[in-house]
């Protein structure tokens, strides 16, 4: 059984800076692209950003690009996402995505076998 606990998740005012952390047990983590998904109340839960099972290759969505920054640590067995320049639309519960499957990275909900119990974001105009 894999297991994925967020942390870093909170309130902070727009402009400000979070980090995300997300440590993966039960199974080598390395074999896992990581992704990052939130949902707004309301919303869908959209895909935020991937990584790839080296760290070799990451990918955003629009709206993060510039501003936010996936990576991870295949020691640690953790994924991280540092979100920078904090807009009040951020605000949603993220949450850590793991996918299995050769050759790709989650950048859909369809592509992911785990998923984290998430972690609130809210940031404050």
């Known amino acids: 059984q894999v297991q994925l606990v967020e942390s870093g998740g909170g309130l902070v005012q727009a402009g400000g800076s979070l980090r995300l952390s997300c440590a993966v047990s039960?199974?080598?983590?390395?074999?896992?692209?990581m992704g990052w998904f939130r949902q707004a109340p309301g919303k869908e839960r959209e895909f935020v950003a991937a990584?790839?099972?080296?760290?070799?290759?990451?990918y955003y969505t629009n709206s993060v690009k510039g501003r936010f920054t996936i990576s991870r640590d295949n020691a640690k067995n953790s994924v991280y996402l540092q979100m920078n320049s904090l807009k009040p639309e951020d605000t949603a519960v993220y949450l850590c995505?793991?996918?299995?499957?050769?050759?790709?990275?989650?950048?859909?909900?369809?592509?992911?076998?785990?998923w984290g119990q998430g972690t609130q974001v809210t940031v404050s105009s």
């Open positions: 039960g199974r080598t983590f390395s074999v896992y692209a």
């Open positions: 995505a793991a996918d299995g499957s050769f050759g790709t990275v989650p950048v859909t909900a369809s592509r992911v076998d785990y």
């Open positions: 990584i790839s099972r080296s760290g070799d290759s990451t």
